[in-house]
């Protein structure tokens, strides 16, 4: 089945630029997201990026998507304290009903 | 908008009860919710996917009969979480997508903290 993966933990100092990585199997996957959880809360959509494009910016935020080697990236400017929280990578198909979420990476955000 | 509420936000209740957790979306429609479950761990576990009117699609490994869902209208869909034990103590997080499709997105609810004594 589709498959979702993140590394775990990220630790920045606060002004630093973050990179969170993601890789996912599904090559039909058509819209690829990201989500961000602060404790006790919540998910809280960030970002999306559609498969037909290479990069999508948003003031701070800098998606990266490399189909042929179905890698996606978030790149987090200036990371700030409040930045700390998991980010969630997750894809779907238009089909597929519901979406497949990575397990969460963690970032630290440090001063 | 696109605003998603479940309720209660925290509930503590005794073994063997039942507890009904409330997901709502506020200013959409939505043919389809998602209920999740998160463990101490952080990751996701979808449990089941319900559509408006129709049966809840559960996720291989969930049991249905103990985990209810009912998505009785385009704005409200309840989990019920039947003769609870301690180990179903977890965050229950609700999603909705909303009628007018766009990006296959999802709007998460805050989620729900539940411990059974």
């Known amino acids: 089945g589709e498959d979702v993966e993140q590394s775990l933990f990220l630790s920045v100092r606060e002004g630093d630029s973050s990179v969170i990585n993601c890789t996912y199997t599904?090559?039909?996957?058509?819209?690829l997201y990201w989500y961000k959880q602060e404790p006790g809360a919540g998910l809280q959509l960030l970002t999306y990026?559609?498969?037909?494009?290479d990069m999508k910016q948003d003031q701070r935020l800098t998606v990266l998507l490399n189909k042929k080697d179905k890698h996606l990236s978030l790149r987090i400017a200036d990371t700030q304290t409040g930045d700390s929280a998991i980010y969630f990578c997750?894809?779907?198909?238009?089909?597929?009903?519901?979406?497949?979420f990575g397990d969460g990476t963690t970032l630290t955000v440090k001063p | 908008g696109a605003v998603v509420s479940q309720h209660p936000s925290r509930v503590i209740c005794k073994s063997g009860t039942s507890v009904k957790i409330e997901c709502r979306s506020l200013?959409?429609?939505?043919?389809?919710m998602f209920w999740y479950r998160q463990f101490p761990k952080q990751s996701l576990m979808l449990m089941a996917t319900?559509?408006?009117?129709?049966?809840?699609?559960?996720e291989q490994g969930v049991e249905k009969d103990k985990f209810l869902i009912n998505h009785a209208s385009l704005t409200l869909s309840t989990l019920t979480v039947t003769s609870a034990h301690p180990e179903d103590s977890s965050f229950y997080i609700c999603?909705?997508?909303?009628?007018?499709?766009?990006?296959?997105?999802?709007?998460f609810g805050p989620g729900t903290r539940l411990t059974v004594l």
């Open positions: 599904d090559s039909s996957s058509t819209y």
């Open positions: 200013d959409f429609q939505a043919t389809t």
């Open positions: 990026i559609f498969s037909n494009m």
């Open positions: 997750a894809e779907s198909t238009p089909n597929a009903g519901k979406s497949t």
């Open positions: 999603s909705a997508r909303p009628l007018a499709l766009v990006r296959n997105e999802q709007f």
């Open positions: 319900s559509n408006e009117g129709s049966k809840a699609t559960y």
